[in-house]
């Protein structure tokens, strides 16, 4: 499909609008997963064509095989060099919910649906925005304009944002917004790490991915039973923290790693009520994040695929989506079966194909940790705070590599497991004084007082 051209006041897009952009070179279309969506080309300057590409003017190009027809508004075009400019214009999604006014305050309750409602009913535009999402999970919050500063943030980009709480995978098909629970599917594909691909694991993250979380939560206390609990009762339910007896929940799949590696997690905002509640909302955490699970990036040109990709029919390749599951086999390690998803798509509509295709499986994490997954402790919850310092373990990894240092605050009741013989352990006691370990083996240490 050749893009079309539209001045900024078109709706419709039933027409030719100012007239299609056939002398076009080099379009890219990319869209990362929840993330950027864009359009860019390059374009002669000595074109009729040029003098209408204009900041605000509209392109409709297809996005993947997909996503056809989607608009694009133009936000930069550069100055000629060599007769040729670059454009670059942004998914309508993003323009208008980036530049739309929010209201100051907004209250949700309830599932993904509820949520994204009550931001499109917060949502200050000319445009017409529409939502839509399969998640039922529910969870309430509130949204104040001053710490999400737009409308695009609350979808995914601050703390507390929807894709913050409620996970999932969006699908931007213009005005239309889906939050869904899996956008994508799985073709069948397979990728071999060591054979066909070298670059596909970065080695340094397999040492360096936390294998267990350590779940903690405020205790969650309703409105209504606030108004009917006594002043003592109301003090001690604000101090009530829930840990788990066993301390630390393992990742499904700790037992690829060598060595244990645990994160502290606040699960306050999951309004936990038990015990109990707290293990089966960190369980549920867990498999939301796929926490613990290997990191895997690597970027696929179309010529490549010839070479890396074990398939029946090229063209079952080419319809592969955003999203979209690939299977990864890492011999090296003696993983397989690991699932991975196609992240980042880079299109030619022109050609309609890919450029290139970006695999891996950190987006989830990796995004939400931008946008603070984990909650972020309040500076006015000293008491909170004070304890998790006490618990936190702080572990530094001794130049060289080979062993590590471990540091706890006084007070601690929580031991570290060594990882390697010879792996120190400085526990503050106090006073200037520190108990020093030095572990012999993983199972006894020697300690002294400095």
């Known amino acids: 499909m050749i893009p079309i051209l539209y001045n900024a006041d078109e709706r419709l897009y039933d027409s030719w609008g100012i007239g299609p952009l056939s002398e076009i070179s080099n379009p890219r279309v990319i869209e990362e997963g929840n993330g950027l ?146 956008r994508g599917e799985n073709r069948g594909v397979q990728i071999n790490w060591g054979k066909n691909l070298i670059d596909l694991v970065d080695e340094e993250d397999l040492n360096r991915v936390n294998t267990a979380i350590e779940p903690f939560a405020k205790l969650y206390v309703s409105e209504e039973d606030k108004k009917q609990m006594t002043e003592e009762e109301s003090r001690e339910a604000e101090e009530t923290v829930f840990w788990l007896p066993e301390q630390i929940l393992l990742s499904k799949y700790s037992n690829l790693y060598h060595y244990q590696r645990v994160a502290l997690i606040d699960l306050t905002n999951e309004n936990v009520t038990s015990v109990e509640d707290l293990r089966t909302k960190a369980i549920a955490y867990m498999d939301r994040n796929n926490f613990g699970r290997p990191k895997i990036d690597t970027t696929i040109s179309h010529v490549d695929l010839s070479k890396t990709i074990e398939f029946q029919d090229i063209a079952e390749f080419e319809a592969i989506d955003l999203f979209d599951t690939v299977t990864v086999n890492v011999e090296k390690y003696g993983i397989t079966g690991l699932t991975a998803k196609v992240i980042e798509v880079d299109y030619n509509p022109i050609l309609e194909r890919y450029n290139e295709i970006r695999i891996g499986n950190t987006l989830s994490t990796r995004f939400q940790e931008n946008v603070g997954s984990v909650q972020q402790i309040e500076a006015s919850q000293a008491e909170r705070l004070a304890k998790i310092e006490r618990e936190l373990i702080i572990t530094q990894e001794i130049a060289g590599g080979g062993a590590l240092i471990f540091r706890t605050e006084p007070n601690s009741s929580v031991t570290p497991i060594a990882n390697n013989i010879g792996d120190t352990w400085y526990k503050k006691l106090g006073d200037g004084l520190a108990g020093v370990f030095i572990f012999l083996n993983i199972f006894a240490s020697s300690k002294g007082i400095v």
Not at 51 to 76: C, G, Y
Not at 143 to 163: F, Q, Y
Request: glycine share 6%; hydrophobic share 40%.
């Open 37 to 182: 969506f864009y359009f860019t080309f390059d374009y002669p300057a000595s074109s009729e064509m040029y003098k209408h590409l204009k900041n605000q003017n509209k392109v409709v190009a297809d996005a993947s095989p997909e996503l056809k027809n989607q608009v694009f508004v133009i936000t930069r075009v550069t100055k000629p060099l060599r007769g040729m400019v670059s454009v670059y214009a942004e998914h309508i999604s993003l323009y208008v919910t980036k530049n739309a006014g929010f209201s100051n305050k907004v209250n949700y309750n309830g599932n993904a649906q509820d949520a994204l409602n009550a931001w499109q009913g917060a949502l200050i535009s000319e445009e017409e925005v529409y939502v839509s999402s399969d998640i039922t999970m529910t969870s309430t919050g509130t949204w104040e304009l001053d710490k999400v500063l737009h409308a695009r943030k609350v979808l995914g980009g601050v703390a507390g944002s929807i894709l913050d709480v409620y996970g999932g995978e969006y699908k931007f098909n213009n005005l239309l917004i889906s939050l869904m629970k899996s």
